[in-house]
């Protein structure tokens, strides 16, 4: 069976494209090299550096490749950013994917597995959030990915597509020669790695005056290998069930760790003081985004293997001190 991965030399991206090779799939990496790297993708995966909304460039590929389904990660993930350049966010990741999707249907590729976002919820009215709370973005981020979930239903009820999407709440960890690398890092765990390894001064806080029991944001964490896993059982839900509508799923621990906590965790991990400098709230960061995955599991039997937060920041701190300048 072969997998169309866009997006696979990113940071999930890359550990789904192993996860799937090491399972027997024939997988064809699509990745533009803008966020990703091409180092971290699998030697045995069939590379191709290109854009995911390169209508020509899919119809090349689906017009020579026999592709079964597609893993779309490809997209702009810093939601701070997407509300200063919400157009940039809408054209890369609402935009491009459409135009995949519409590549797809018209070359009867059925299976696809969207990589979504739980700032899709905006501000939770409850927690643990469920798949059936109110999706009310309140950044660009999850406003362009929440429009693509639209248009699947649409896909599904019309053009005879069998899709899933999944909602990640943090995505944090490593394997062992796989990392997180953003360029630039906007993520709370690596930066605070950064300060432990001497790369960076200190690490700030956005916001410390939050509805919280310390006063900084709340999120739920999840290690990348069980985000990788969760794909590959959607996957095979697609390819024995073919739902004939939009299946949604959230993908978390459901436990919750403030930005304070997690720091203080990465300083007992490291050794490392990891000075603070606290700074002003940024747009559009909810205080509270924490994870009911009852669902996942019930429906793909899928549980974290590393659910704790010391196993996540131990195995993010392995790979950042072997690779201190990332990939290179």
Known sequence: MHILVTGGAGFIGSH?????????????VLDNLVKGYREAVHKDANFIQGDSGDQKLLD??????????????????EAGESMVNPGRFFVNNTSKALALLDKMAAHSVKYFIFSSTAATYGDPEYTPIDENHPQKPTNAYGYSKLLVEGALKWMCQLRGMSCISLRYFNAAGSSAHLGECHNPESHLIPIALDVALGKLPHIKIYGTDYPTFDGTCIRDYIHV?????AHLLAYKKLITEKPSQLLAYNLGNGLGYSVRQVIDEARRITGHTIPVEEEARRPGDPAVLVASSEKV???LGWFPI????EEIINSAWIWRKNHPNGYS
């Open 16 to 28: 789904t494209v192993d996860l799937l090779i090491n399972g027997g799939y024939k997988v064809t």
């Open 60 to 77: 090349q590929l689906f017009t020579s490749e026999k592709i079964d389904g597609v893993f779309h990660f490809a997209a702009l993930i």
């Open 225 to 229: 290998e069980d985000l990788a896993y």
């Open 297 to 299: 599991k019930a429906d």
């Open 306 to 309: 590393y659910p704790g937060l």
